[in-house]
């Protein structure tokens, strides 16, 4: 697939980080503004206020375990950042720099990810159900038993990230770059992955039952036991170019193909 057949999202190129200015807030007062936002998660909204530390420079900042459900971090800079274990159901990140932060079993259902840079970051075993992530970078990231259930990966780049055992029916990967990654005994039932680049990545063991793969590139692919069993657009073309074993469950009419030769 040609760079501009690729999709692309209403959102891309809004961002501009270099255009925004970076304010820069004192402990006490980050503090004051998340004791605000208690209150107001507490009180399902009536008092308090919400936070908002848009734009605001967070690295390496401990939010770990905090309830930070619906708070606004977009174009914030969160690299480093800690928040395993924090709550951030339907929180507004979209564009945030979290470059190697620590996600590790957090909840961001809901949340709007759209732009946000996530490259080496750890959100082994978070939940990010029907997360918007359309066009995220988080290339290397790992994933690896996170709940990515209904998200929209549209466009986002997961080259090398590792998303062993992850949840992902029926998410949308349309266009996504996956190269290298790390996919075995993945659930992509249902998954939406047509036009993805899946050069090179390990889907040993993986569930594709009902995925959507039209023009999905399986290039030097590790599919050994994986099962393709009524997926949708998949040819013989792509199997052609992948490496299938005998375990490898495949739609009817398709060829089994033993270490991608004939």
């Known amino acids: 697939m040609a760079e501009s057949d690729r999709p692309r999202s209403p959102f891309a190129g809004k961002i501009e980080l270099s255009a925004v200015p970076l304010r820069a807030l004192a ?18 909204r009536r008092q308090g206020r919400r936070a908002d530390l ?36 339907r929180a507004n990140l979209i564009g945030a720099i979290l470059e190697q932060a620590h996600l590790d079993g957090a909840d961001l259902s809901g949340a709007r990810l759209s732009g946000a840079n996530l490259t080496s970051a750890t959100l082994e075993n978070a939940c990010l159900v029907e997360a918007d992530m359309e066009f995220a970078l988080a290339a ?3 994933l690896r038993g996170a709940c990515l259930r209904a998200a929209d990966m549209s466009g986002a780049i997961l080259d090398s990230a590792v998303l062993t055992r992850a949840d992902l029916r ?30 090179g990545a390990s889907l040993r063991g993986a569930d594709l039952r009902g995925a959507y793969l039209r023009l999905a590139r399986f290039d030097d692919a590790d599919l050994s036991g994986a099962n393709l069993f009524g997926t949708e657009g998949l040819t013989q073309a792509q199997l052609d170019r992948a490496r299938c074993d005998t375990g490898t469950k495949l739609p009817t009419g398709l060829s089994e193909i033993e270490d991608g030769s004939g």
């Open 140 to 142: 290397a990231a790992i």
């Open 170 to 199: 029926a998410a949308n990967l349309r266009g996504a770059g996956l190269r290298e990654a790390r996919l075995d005994e993945a659930d992509l039932r249902d998954a939406r992955l047509g036009g993805a680049f899946l050069v």
């Open 27 to 44: 402990h006490d007062e980050i503090a004051q503004i998340l004791a605000a936002h208690r209150v107001y998660v507490e009180t399902e």
């Open 54 to 89: 848009g734009s605001a420079d967070l690295a390496g900042i401990d939010f770990s375990g905090l309830n930070l459900r619906r708070i606004k971090m977009d174009r914030a800079v969160l690299r480093d950042a800690k928040l395993s274990r924090a709550r951030l159901k």
